[in-house]
């Protein structure tokens, strides 16, 4: 019996290792609850917590309001809400949460995003988790978006829709596109299953990390396009918007 419970032990650890370690390097923290991240980490300037648009919530000069992206292109969202840059360990972290079976990442993670929307007072009806295509949602076995709104539904005490919005066809690979291409290869990948429902709602949509904004955009300009009333966004991480550019 004690070596099926240990054996239990060792299975869970490795599911969810013990909270008392920085969840970005593994180095020792002394108040998990309070900062599950090491000194060392925080010096990285890991938060997205200086000047940002207030639409997109990209990072932007002290005195500015609103991003050149924003001003340049109309988004269909009306805020978007991420805790963290993506960069160095964060991006590695959220790397681990989406391909590597990190889920015991998601708790932490979300708890950032869930501070950063109470701290912006929106108020919204449902959650819907950027959808995964069937195809890629089999070979990783869950959906990150997903635990993410889970996590989110339990703090914000708020409902999760998951089988509202899907992914019916695959995208081809984005990592070289700017926002416009972007926007090309995910037209028509997307479905809402019920259209009625989503009417003079507000929803949050939410997804692991946000590049240029066009996936999000994407699903909040069909879910607009019903007639919801508000699309809030929300990511763990958010790519500063002129390095994406610049390619
Ligand atoms: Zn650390
Ligand atoms: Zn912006």
């Given at each position: 019996m004690k070596i099926i419970t240990k054996t239990k032990d060792v299975i869970l650890e490795a599911l969810?290792?013990?909270?008392?370690?920085?969840?970005?390097?593994g180095r020792d923290v002394p108040d998990f609850e309070n900062s599950p991240f090491c000194s060392n980490c925080l010096s990285e300037g890991i938060f997205n917590d200086a000047n940002r648009c207030v639409y997109c919530d990209n990072p932007i000069l002290d005195g500015n309001k609103v991003c050149d992206f924003c001003k340049e292109k109309h988004k269909s969202f009306d805020k978007a809400f991420c805790?963290?840059?993506?960069?160095?360990k964060v991006r590695s972290a959220i790397l681990k949460l989406k391909d590597d079976n990190g889920r015991y990442l998601a708790p932490t993670f979300a708890k950032y995003m869930a501070k950063r929307i109470q701290d912006e007072k929106v108020d919204f009806d449902i959650i819907i988790p950027v959808p995964l295509y069937k195809k890629k949602l089999a070979k990783r076995g869950y959906n990150q978006s997903e635990l993410l709104s889970n996590e989110l539904g339990k703090l914000l005490d708020k409902p999760v829709c998951t089988d509202l919005l899907l992914k019916i066809k695959e995208s081809s690979a984005?990592?070289?596109?700017n926002f416009a291409q972007r926007q090309q290869n995910l037209a028509g990948t997307l479905s809402l299953?019920?259209?009625?429902?989503?009417?003079?709602k507000k929803i949050l949509v939410v997804d692991d990390v946000m590049t240029t904004g066009a996936t999000l955009n994407a699903c909040a300009s069909l879910l607009k396009h019903y007639h919801c009333s508000a699309v809030y966004v929300s990511a763990i991480a958010r790519n500063p918007l002129e390095k994406v550019d610049k390619k």
């Open positions: 969810f290792p013990s909270s008392i370690k920085c969840i970005l390097c805790p963290f840059i993506y960069t160095g984005q990592k070289n596109l299953t019920d259209k009625n429902f989503v009417k003079d």
